[in-house]
C-alpha cells in the first residue's frame, strides 16, 4: 500500500488565487487516462467535496500555484482545478501522486474533522478509494485528525489484480494480515505467498507489488507505522 509521511513542506514563490472553474478538458491522453476516472463505491461522492477542501489548503499552506503541483505530481491542472472544485472524485492513484507531490499522508488528503471520544465508524457510510481498474481498494479504519504513528487500512484485491506501490518514506513499516483469499507480495523482488490467516510485516521503504493470483477476491488488514508522527 502506498504512503508518505509528513515532511517539512517547500515553498514556490509563485501563488495563485483560488482557481475558478477550470475548462473542460478535450480528452486526457493514453499516459493520463486513469487521471479521469472517478472513484468507485459507496462515499465516492462524499469524498470529493472532502478531498477539494484538503487539496487546497495544503496546496495554498505550501504557496503552489495549481501550475507548480501539477508538475510536481503529474496530474494535470485541470484535474487538479477539477478536484479542488469537487467536481470530480479522484482514484486512490490520483490521491497517491497528489500525496507524495505535497509531502503528506495519504490520509491527510481524506482527513475529516471529527470531535474526541469514541466514534463508530459504519461500514455503509464507509469512503472508499479505489485504482483506476477498480480492482484495488483501500478503506481507512482510522480518525485523521490527531497526531499518530499508525494507519489501519481494510484493502480489497479483485481477482488477477496487482497493485503496485512505491518505496515510503524510511522507517515506514507494513504489517498486514490475510483474512480472505491468497495473496503473492513481491517486496524490492522478494517473492511471498500468504493464505487467510497467513500475516507479515516487512520494510515498506522499498517498491513492493500485491498480486491477487486466485479466482476470488483477496481481503487484507494493513497496519502501516511511521518513524515519526504524522496527522
Given amino acids: 500500500m502506498k504512503s508518505v509521511r509528513e515532511n517539512t513542506p517547500k515553498k514556490d514563490r509563485s501563488p495563485e488565487p483560488a482557481p475558478s472553474a477550470p475548462p473542460e478538458p478535450s480528452g486526457p491522453s ?11 463505491g459507496e462515499g465516492a461522492g462524499d469524498l470529493a467535496p472532502v478531498v477539494g477542501r484538503n487539496l487546497r489548503k495544503l496546496r495554498t499552506q505550501r504557496g503552489l500555484s495549481l ?10 491542472r485541470a484535474m487538479l482545478g477539477q478536484i479542488e472544485l469537487a467536481q470530480s472524485a479522484p482514484t486512490i492513484n490520483v490521491v497517491w501522486k497528489i500525496a507524495r507531490a505535497l509531502e503528506v499522508p495519504f490520509s491527510a488528503l481524506i482527513a475529516v474533522a471529527t470531535p474526541g471520544g469514541t466514534r463508530v465508524m459504519p461500514a455503509a457510510q464507509a469512503k472508499r478509494l479505489t485504482s483506476h481498474d477498480g480492482k484495488f481498494v483501500s478503506r481507512a ?10 494507519e489501519f487500512y481494510e484493502l480489497r484485491l479483485a481477482a488477477r489484480g496487482v497493485e503496485k506501490a512505491d518505496a515510503h518514506a524510511a522507517g515506514t513499516r507494513e504489517n498486514l494480515v ?24 516487512f520494510e515498506a521503504d522499498v517498491p513492493h507489488v500485491y498480486t491477487n493470483p486466485g479466482s476470488a477476491e483477496t481481503v487484507m488488514y494493513l497496519v502501516m507505522t511511521y518513524a515519526e508522527p504524522v496527522g
Fill in 141 to 150: 479504519l482510522f480518525p485523521f485528525d490527531e497526531p499518530r504513528k499508525a
Fill in 67 to 76: 501550475e507548480r503541483l501539477s508538475k510536481l505530481s503529474g496530474v494535470s
Fill in 178 to 201: 490475510v483474512t480472505q483469499g491468497v495473496l503473492e507480495l513481491d517486496v524490492a523482488g522478494e517473492r511471498h505467498r500468504l493464505s487467510a490467516g497467513d500475516a507479515i510485516i
Fill in 30 to 40: 493514453a499516459v493520463e487516462a486513469w487521471a479521469y476516472e472517478v472513484a468507485h
